[in-house]
């Protein structure tokens, strides 16, 4: 809607007329609003934010099973979860470091459809982005950055509150050169009234532990407000991507993000040395434990060292300025990183946005995340219970799970334990199953670089941890797209999944009865792969389906990054294409357990982004580094036996586009996919879209 729509409201707030636009965002429109008093003129920021954002976000909704009734009922009770924000962000009205809420009104629209406009007055700031745009940040710039934002942290803390979400652009300056934190949980309350939307620039300042799906505390802002203030520090580009003036090319931005988030030591940001970059690491410390303790104490070391003005030549002889260049990419297909959105489907996200949000550390107070609503909406009953419900904890994996068990696993199961056993004992040899170590994964400091072009297969069996690649410089959307696939039907979000049987076999049960299966290449090359249909019964049955009726003959592989994976099973070789129907998501995320981790050489489905569970097809990938990050969000389903050197060869296949896509030509071409074995399996339970 443009700026007419909103102006029907005028007198907003009895005295307030839209003047302007000033931004726009995914959930809402921000304008400059005034009033006139006794000659004066008064400014202030005005917020609009819609409920529901559009009538898509309804669709998805309805197609939960939900009736009309039942769909108003859960809009507006996501409209009260944002109002009651409202009520936090007025506790900490009238601080110095707070973007200081005013006002806010919730309008229903009166045109007989479901929604709801929610005007927010707040003061009226410059973002950080456009004053660095427009004004030489110095080295003390950035002090006093740190400084005010550890008194808004500080604020926080008193108040039991953890940001979770402190970047660029939710840091403002004032007139008066103090600057703020803004964004109390207003963008990620209304993320909720559009389903499955992703989260845009929060991976990037994201502490580790927030990622993995690990209890954390308030330091995951202070790691945030660290890599802020690292990147304005760095030229504006993030840890251990390539130094002014080096271009980013896309794999660059891989590597970075898997490198910080695996614990690799951050260098010195390169606009910082001796005491500030000690304390702009010691805040981005990999281990929470290794961070400063408090906001507080961050300030304190930061104060230490803030200098005066006029003492800028005498502690910096060549000039405290840092410079904020703009992100350059090596190709054109490379936009800034604010510049992207969300491409239509996704297969693997190398970092999805979680559709189970992780808890907050347990305190004696309760504590407020506020990029969740308060109160969540309870759409099933039984399956909240069910979450809540301790479950007992498996042999092998520290993750819970649940699974169906196959009927006809447990009709042979007898005679497959023994068999397998015996084979295990006898064949084993001693040698090391990845999945055993993966448990307990290298500590940072045995990380190995990326895969080098003379890697064999033992090489890659061999390493102490497998090669790393990551995602830093992109915004989330794209990376959680890096591996996507279009296709031309959309189905709805998956429903929340009903709770299953518990499974209570160990891992090395669940991999005991294996299938075999070959890939061979149009030029010879082979890779041996066995499949494991206990421990992923959809994904194996589908698999052998299509390989037997000749699928994947003559089909290629079309998304490859050396030191990640390599993707392939699209018909169309776009990553657009399928089968023609949908099968079961067999990982935790889904209500199901999958403990096989995605460690080199794993075969997995690639599948949509979250909350599209159940969205694989045809497409697969199998891991050429270390993908243990998307351990419980895709369903592994066998491993490679022998071939991961063919693996590696594919792996060097230059990339040519964005998302790590090949140039059609340069694709490798699978001649073939056999089932080395007479085993008889029912197609896969399909679902079609």
Same mark, same amino acid.
């Given at each position: 809607m443009d700026?007419?729509?909103?102006?029907?409201?005028e007198p907003?707030?009895?005295?307030?007329?839209?003047?302007?636009?000033?931004?726009?965002?995914?959930f809402?429109?921000?304008?400059?609003?005034?009033?006139?008093?006794?000659?004066t003129?008064?400014k202030?920021a005005l917020?609009?934010?819609t409920?529901?954002?559009n009538?898509s976000?309804?669709r998805s909704?309805?197609?939960s099973?939900?009736?009309?009734d039942?769909?108003t009922?859960?809009f507006?009770s996501?409209?009260k979860?944002l109002?009651?924000?409202?009520?936090?962000?007025?506790?900490?009205?009238?601080?110095?470091?707070?973007v200081?809420?005013e006002?806010?009104q919730?309008?229903?629209h009166?045109?007989k459809?479901i929604?709801?406009?929610i005007?927010?007055?707040?003061? /009226?700031l410059?973002? /950080?982005l456009d004053?660095?745009?427009?004004?030489?940040?110095?080295?003390?710039d950035?002090?006093?950055?740190?400084?005010?934002?550890c008194?808004a942290?500080e604020?926080?803390?008193?108040?039991?509150?953890?940001?979770?979400d402190?970047?660029p652009e939710?840091?403002f300056?004032?007139?008066?050169?103090?600057f703020?934190?803004?964004?109390?949980?207003?963008?990620?309350t209304?993320?909720?009234?559009?389903?499955?939307?992703?989260?845009?620039?929060?991976y990037?300042?994201m502490?580790?532990?927030?990622?993995?799906?690990?209890?954390?505390?308030?330091?995951?802002?202070i790691?945030?407000?660290?890599?802020?203030?690292?990147q304005?520090?760095?030229?504006n580009?993030?840890?251990f991507? =390539?130094p002014y003036p080096?271009k980013?090319?896309?794999?660059?931005?891989?590597?970075?993000?898997?490198?910080?988030f695996?614990?690799e030591?951050?260098?010195?940001?390169?606009?910082a040395d001796?005491?500030?970059a000690?304390?702009?690491?010691k805040?981005c410390a990999?281990?929470p434990?290794?961070r400063?303790? +408090?906001p507080?104490?961050?300030?304190?070391?930061?104060?230490?060292?803030?200098?005066?003005?006029?003492?800028a030549?005498?502690?910096?002889?060549?000039?405290?300025?840092?410079v904020?260049?703009?992100?350059?990419?090596?190709?054109?297909?490379?936009k *800034?990183?604010?510049?992207?959105?969300?491409e239509?489907?996704?297969?693997i996200?190398i970092?999805?946005?979680?559709?189970q949000?992780?808890?907050?550390l347990?305190?004696?107070?309760?504590?407020?995340?506020?990029? &969740?609503p308060?109160?969540?909406?309870?759409?099933? @009953?039984?399956?909240?219970q069910?979450?809540?419900?301790p479950?007992p904890a498996?042999p092998?994996s520290?993750?819970k799970?649940?699974?169906?068990?196959p009927?006809?696993?447990?009709?042979?199961?007898a005679v497959?334990?023994v /068999?397998?056993?015996?084979?295990f004992f006898?064949?084993?040899n001693?040698?090391v199953?990845?999945?055993r170590?993966?448990a307990?994964?290298?500590?940072p #400091?045995?990380i190995?670089?990326?895969?080098?072009?003379?890697a064999?297969?033992?090489s890659?069996?061999?390493?102490?941890?497998?090669?790393?690649? +990551?995602?830093e410089?992109?915004?989330q959307?794209?990376?959680?797209d890096?591996l996507?696939f279009?296709i031309?039907s959309?189905?709805?979000?998956t429903?929340?999944?009903?709770?299953?049987?518990?499974?209570?076999?160990?891992?090395?049960?669940?991999? &005991?009865?294996?299938? =075999?299966?070959?890939?061979t290449m149009?030029d010879?090359?082979?890779?041996?792969?066995?499949?494991?249909?206990d421990?992923a019964?959809?994904?194996?049955?589908?698999?052998v389906?299509?390989?037997?009726?000749?699928?994947?003959d003559g089909?290629r592989?079309?998304?490859i990054?050396?030191?990640?994976?390599?993707?392939?099973g699209?018909?169309?070789?776009?990553?657009?294409?399928g089968?023609?129907?949908?099968?079961?998501?067999e990982?935790?995320?889904?209500?199901?357990?999958?403990d /096989?981790?995605?460690t080199?050489?794993?075969?997995?489905?690639?599948?949509r982004?979250? @909350?599209?569970?159940?969205t694989?097809?045809?497409?697969?990938?199998i891991?050429?580094?270390?993908a243990?990050?998307?351990?419980g969000?895709?369903?592994?389903?066998g491993r490679?036996?022998?071939?991961?050197?063919?693996?590696?060869?594919? #792996?060097?296949?230059?990339?040519?586009?964005?998302?790590? *896509?090949?140039?059609?030509?340069?694709? =490798?071409v699978?001649?073939s996919?056999?089932?080395?074995?007479d085993?008889?399996l029912?197609p896969?339970?399909?679902i079609?879209?």
């Open positions: 700026i007419m729509s909103y102006k029907k409201y907003i707030f009895g005295s307030w007329y839209i003047t302007k636009m000033l931004g726009e965002g995914s809402g429109k921000v304008f400059e609003i005034e009033r006139q008093d006794f000659g003129t008064y202030a917020k609009v934010i409920v529901p954002r009538d976000a309804i909704v309805m197609a099973g939900m009736d009309n039942n769909v009922e859960y507006e996501l409209v979860n109002v009651s924000e409202f009520e936090l962000m007025s506790k900490l009205k009238g601080n110095s470091h707070v200081s809420y006002d806010h919730v309008i229903p009166n045109d459809r929604g709801w406009d005007l927010i007055r707040m003061e /009226l410059t973002p /950080l004053y660095v745009q427009n004004t030489k940040l110095t080295r003390r950035i002090m006093k950055l740190g400084i005010d934002m008194h942290l604020l926080c803390q008193q108040q039991n509150v953890i940001h979770r402190i970047k939710n840091i300056i004032s007139e008066s050169g103090n703020k934190l803004g964004d109390f949980g207003v963008a990620r209304v993320e909720k009234t559009a389903t499955g939307m992703s989260k845009q620039g929060t990037k300042y502490a580790p532990e927030i990622y993995k799906n690990e209890k954390y505390g308030s330091s995951v802002d790691y945030s407000l660290g890599i802020v203030m690292y304005l520090l760095n030229r580009r993030a840890p991507l =390539p080096a980013i090319k896309h794999d660059d931005t891989v590597e970075a993000q898997i490198r910080r695996s614990g030591t951050l260098p010195a940001p390169s606009g001796g005491r500030f000690e304390i702009v690491l805040a990999y281990n434990k290794d400063y303790s +408090s507080m104490q961050m300030r304190q070391e930061l104060e230490a060292i803030l200098y005066d003005p006029d003492n030549k005498v502690i910096y002889p060549q000039g405290d300025e840092v904020v260049e703009p992100n350059q990419y090596a190709t054109p297909d490379h *800034a990183a604010d510049d992207y959105g969300t239509p489907e996704g297969t996200g970092f999805n946005t979680h559709y949000k992780p808890a907050a347990k305190q004696d107070r309760p504590v407020y995340v506020v990029s &969740e308060i109160q969540q909406v309870n759409q099933n @009953p039984q399956v909240e069910a979450r809540e419900t479950q498996k092998i520290p993750k799970g649940k699974k169906k068990t009927i006809l696993a447990y009709i042979g199961i497959i334990v /068999l397998a056993l015996a084979f006898s064949d084993n001693g040698s199953d990845p999945r170590d993966a307990t994964p290298a500590p #400091a045995a190995a670089p990326p895969v080098t072009d003379t064999t297969d033992d890659l069996q061999n390493q102490t941890e497998p090669p790393h690649l +990551s995602t410089g992109f915004d959307d794209l990376i959680d890096m996507n279009t031309d959309e189905p709805e979000p429903p929340t999944p009903e709770p299953q049987p518990t499974e209570t076999r160990t891992l090395e049960e669940l991999m &005991e009865n294996t299938i =075999p299966a070959t890939i149009e010879g090359s082979v890779i041996e792969a066995e499949l494991f249909p421990l019964p959809q994904s194996v049955r589908n698999f389906y299509l390989a037997r009726q000749g699928f994947y089909l592989f079309h998304r990054m050396r030191g990640f994976m390599i993707q392939g699209c018909p169309e070789g776009t990553g657009g294409g089968p023609g129907y949908f099968i079961k998501g990982f935790e995320l889904n209500g199901f357990r999958n /096989l981790s995605h080199p050489g794993i075969l997995s489905m690639a599948r982004g979250d @909350p599209m569970f159940d694989a097809g045809s497409q697969f990938f891991v050429h580094g270390n243990t990050f998307l351990d969000d895709y369903a592994g389903f490679v036996t022998r071939g991961l050197d063919v693996v590696d060869e594919i #792996a060097q296949t230059p990339n040519s586009g964005p998302n790590g *896509a090949v140039a059609f030509e340069n694709m =490798p699978i001649a996919i056999t089932i080395d074995s085993i008889e029912p896969p339970d399909k079609i879209p």
